[in-house]
């Protein structure tokens, strides 16, 4: 049975709310510099997310929200860098991988998946992506089990735009796609 927050509204209960908002998916990846400089190269580190908005166009602004403790919260606490790539409905397959809760190592995701290196940030850029942001952490905000990320945006590109797909969406709990 679903325990209530003295508030209360369950866990279960507002997940099955929110499950109704049909949201855009984005690969957030950022890249993990090395432990010194002559220590090996560091990891490209890249996570699902289907929390992501725009919050001002002037000055640029994005907001992602990451998991308290996940590895991409970890490393943006750190190093400011990181990228956002608009996924297509046709890149289903590559929201599925960087969304695994037991996943492979970070070098292994990327393996089979066309992406370019960010020329500001030096993140990964999927190969395809309707839209692809580089950006710059510019505010941090602790909100419950979560770290709002506020960035700004440095370059804006429309890699996949000429492939007349739609947006990859995430709705009910499942991948979707509009048409």
């Not at 984005?26 to 993990?32: K, N, P, R």
């Not at 992501?52 to 190093?79: H, I, K, W």
């Not at 037991?102 to 070098?107: F, G, K, L, M, V």
């Not at 089979?112 to 190969?127: F, K, N, Q, S």
Request: net charge negative; proline share 7%.
């Amino acid at each position: 049975m679903p325990i209530p927050h003295p508030e209360g509204v369950s866990n279960d209960e507002f997940r099955a709310a929110l499950s109704r908002l049909a949201a855009g998916v984005v690969l957030v990846t950022a890249h993990e510099p090395p432990l010194s400089e002559t220590g090996p190269g560091g990891e490209d580190v890249g996570m699902t997310a289907t929390s992501f908005t725009s919050v001002s166009l002037d000055p640029p602004l994005v907001l992602v929200s990451l998991r308290n403790g996940s590895r991409m919260d970890d490393l943006l606490a750190e190093q400011p860098l990181w990228a956002v790539s608009v996924l297509a409905e046709q890149q289903r397959h590559i929201a599925s991988r960087f969304a695994m809760k037991a996943r492979i190592s970070d070098r292994l995701l990327f393996q089979d998946i066309p992406w370019t290196r960010g020329e500001v940030c030096g993140a990964p850029l999927v190969g395809g992506a309707l839209a692809a942001l580089e950006c710059r952490t510019e505010q941090r905000v602790e909100a419950g089990d979560h770290t709002l990320v506020i960035g700004l945006v440095l370059k804006a590109t429309l890699p996949g735009a000429e492939s007349g797909g739609g947006p990859l969406a995430y709705f009910r709990g499942k991948y979707r796609h509009l048409g």
